[in-house]
T-cell receptor
């Protein structure tokens, strides 16, 4: 059974529509952001990333937008398909002052449900 | 296939029992991480190892210990399991300094403590 994301915000879209998933990050010093997709029973999978010196980055059917002024990140999925149904997490990379150098911190996630 | 391998995939423990979760990566990554994931929450960092020979506490280290056995392997140990440690555990790895592409995650270990 599903043990991840039982109480997550949920976005329900019709197949073929565009999806927009939003994320607010907390640290203005964060310099790198990543979107992950997690399907049921699997580990998170990299989708797309963006560095803080960019406002927009496009991949295949996905676009990430970064608004540093309000510390907001969004993931846009074009022509959403049933296979896009999953939980989506944003992650921010915070520079830390130890030997790790960097640390990813994850948001709470959004469940995307695609109706056929 | 190259990636992060976690064992076991499922485990049920009784309160007070101990166990070690194993993680190995074959991508020659320097940094390795252990996260836990609870319902309705994102991933929370337990411990990490920036490079072979070093380990550091993350956000929720209490009740856990880790060992970076070599560059490939990073294990997570529960000395005396508690019901609050029921969770899905993910191991991840990356190049030092978090190069492009972020972390590579394993498929997870689903742990239940009764």
């Amino acid at each position: 059974g599903e043990s991840v994301g039982l109480h997550l915000p949920t976005l329900s879209v019709q197949e073929g529509d565009n999806s927009i998933i939003n994320c607010a990050y907390s640290n203005s010093a964060s310099d790198y952001f990543i979107w992950y997709k997690q399907e049921s029973g699997k580990g998170p999978q990299f989708i797309i990333d963006i560095r803080s010196n960019m406002d927009k980055r496009q991949g295949q059917r996905v676009t990430v937008l970064l608004n540093k002024t309000v510390k907001h990140l969004s993931l846009q999925i074009a022509a959403t398909q049933p296979g896009d149904s999953a939980v989506y997490f944003c992650a921010e990379n915070r520079p830390v002052l130890n030997n790790a150098g960097n640390m990813l911190t994850f948001g709470g996630g959004t469940r995307l449900m695609v109706k056929p | 296939n190259a990636g992060v391998t976690q064992t076991p995939k499922f485990q049920v423990l009784k309160t007070g029992q101990s166990m070690t979760l194993q993680c190995a990566q074959d991508m020659n990554h320097n940094s390795m991480y252990w996260y836990r994931q609870d319902p309705g929450m994102g991933l929370r960092l337990i411990y990490y190892s920036a490079s072979e020979g070093t380990t550091d506490k993350g956000e929720v280290p209490n009740g856990y210990n880790v060992s970076r056995l070599n560059k490939r392997e990073f294990s997570l140990r529960l000395e005396s399991a508690a019901p609050s440690q029921t969770s899905v555990y993910f191991c991840a790895s990356t190049w030092e300094g978090l190069r492009l592409g972020g972390y590579t995650f394993g498929s997870g270990t689903r742990l239940t403590v009764v």
